[in-house]
Nanobody, 123 residues
Framework: VQLQASGGGLVEAGGSLRLSCAAS???????MAWFRQAPGQEREFVAT????????YYADSVKGRFTISKNNAINAVYLQMNSLKPEDTAVYYC??????????????????WGQGTLVTVSS
């Protein structure tokens, strides 16, 4: 199974972007998520969504600005990013895994990763 992320780009502060992540086939995962990694920093959790039921959870830094959603029929997950800030600049990765709630916000909760898409927010 492969995950393909897309939708990154350059946007001014206050702008919006929508990231997409398509799986080549059903992943069998319980959660799909977005993480991000800024230059020189560790990869960090952004948002996750439970594949069945749609429960979502967000990092405090993006809560109220980002929305994660999914389309089960085409094995896709999305991240709508509004009110972008320069500190949101990072490579964004989608991930899938047979996680449980307690690990759904951690790197170890995911075993499938996309290649990353760069988001740059200018001030």
């Amino acid at each position: 199974v492969q995950l393909q992320a897309s939708g990154g780009g350059l946007v001014e502060a206050g702008g919006s972007l929508r990231l997409s992540c398509a799986a080549s086939e059903r992943t069998g995962s319980t959660y799909m998520a977005w993480f991000r990694q800024a230059p020189g920093q560790e990869r960090e959790f952004v948002a996750t969504i439970r594949w069945n039921g749609g429960h979502t959870y967000y990092a405090d830094s993006v809560k109220g600005r980002f929305t994660i959603s999914k389309n089960n029929a085409i094995n896709a997950v999305y991240l709508q990013m509004n009110s972008l800030k320069p500190e949101d600049t990072a490579v964004y990765y989608c991930a899938a895994g047979r996680s449980i709630m307690s690990t759904s916000t951690t790197l170890r909760g995911y075993n499938l990763w996309g290649q990353g898409t760069l988001v740059t927010v200018s001030s």
